[in-house]
């Protein structure tokens, strides 16, 4: 069943009050070290929410999708910028992407869902498309950590009531193959380095998720992966809501 995106990808930034408050608040902090860059690849661009900002920070962008509603929307709405390229693909293929070609490649609410094939798909790639030094920030399930937890053994009919109570929280989909440790081991396969591995919450407690920055392996010494578990996540994102909301912004584009 297709999304409908009545919303444009908005309603995954409700925590924050908004995109612009996501993108301003927890986002740009975290890449801030790699902007701006000459090339960015922005892999499951959705509807461009985060294209809308990536594309001041670069003299080309290139957006990768396997929706053709979402290529058709990026088109859409960036056909006024000139460096902005949409590209539609198969879900896992990055053959209209040059080798070398690739300063930064940034991915958002999109590689939690895939599994470990598609991944290693990507990051296989990924290691010929950056350039020496190139670095990449994906946004990728951690929720593998917990599918042999005594919460994930719970019948549905005893789990979904929980759930509905927030007793329990739930898994939004993520894919239950893939861990930190396991995104780490395909990079190092596959020519990338994680520098730095962020352990996250989605609207709950556990750790579902996780934020990793990594470069290609020939552009770093081999220190060890900084790994950090931030059970704050979603505080923080309430926190930039208030300030937002204080400060009359919520609603910015």
């Known amino acids: 069943m297709k999304y409908d995106w009545k919303e444009a990808g908005e309603e995954w930034s409700q925590p924050w009050g908004s995109s612009a408050a996501q993108w301003a608040g927890t986002i740009f902090p975290r890449i801030r070290e790699c902007l701006p860059a ?5 892999i499951a661009p959705g509807f461009g929410r985060w294209t809308h900002y990536l594309k001041d920070y670069c003299n080309e962008l290139w957006a990768v999708d396997k929706s053709s509603d979402c290529i058709e929307a990026c088109q859409q709405r960036f056909a006024s910028v000139s460096h902005v390229r949409c590209y539609l693909n198969d879900g896992r293929s990055l053959s209209m ?3 070398a070609s690739v300063d930064f490649v940034f991915s958002f609410d999109s590689f939690v869902h895939p599994d470990r094939d598609v991944v290693e798909a990507y990051l296989r790639q990924l290691g010929t498309k950056l350039k020496i030094g190139g670095k990449g920030f994906i946004h990728h399930s951690n929720f593998g950590e917990y599918v042999n937890s005594p919460r994930e053994r719970l019948p549905e009919a005893l789990a979904k009531p929980l759930i509905k109570a927030k007793i329990l929280d739930w898994a939004h989909h993520r894919n239950p193959g893939m ?6 081991a ?3 396969r596959n020519g990338l380095q994680c520098l730095s591995q962020e352990l996250v919450n989605w609207r709950g407690r556990r750790l579902i998720d996780c934020l990793s920055l990594f470069v290609r392996s020939d552009s770093a010494p081999e220190n060890p992966t900084k790994i950090i578990r931030n059970p704050n996540f979603m505080r923080e994102a309430a926190r930039i809501r208030r300030q937002w909301q204080t400060q009359g912004l919520v609603t910015l584009l």
Request: aromatic fraction near 6%; charged fraction near 25%.
């Open 38 to 42: 000459g090339t960015i690849l922005e």
């Open 97 to 99: 992407i040059p080798d």
């Open 179 to 184: 861990t930190a440790e396991l995104f780490r």
């Open 186 to 188: 395909l990079s190092a």
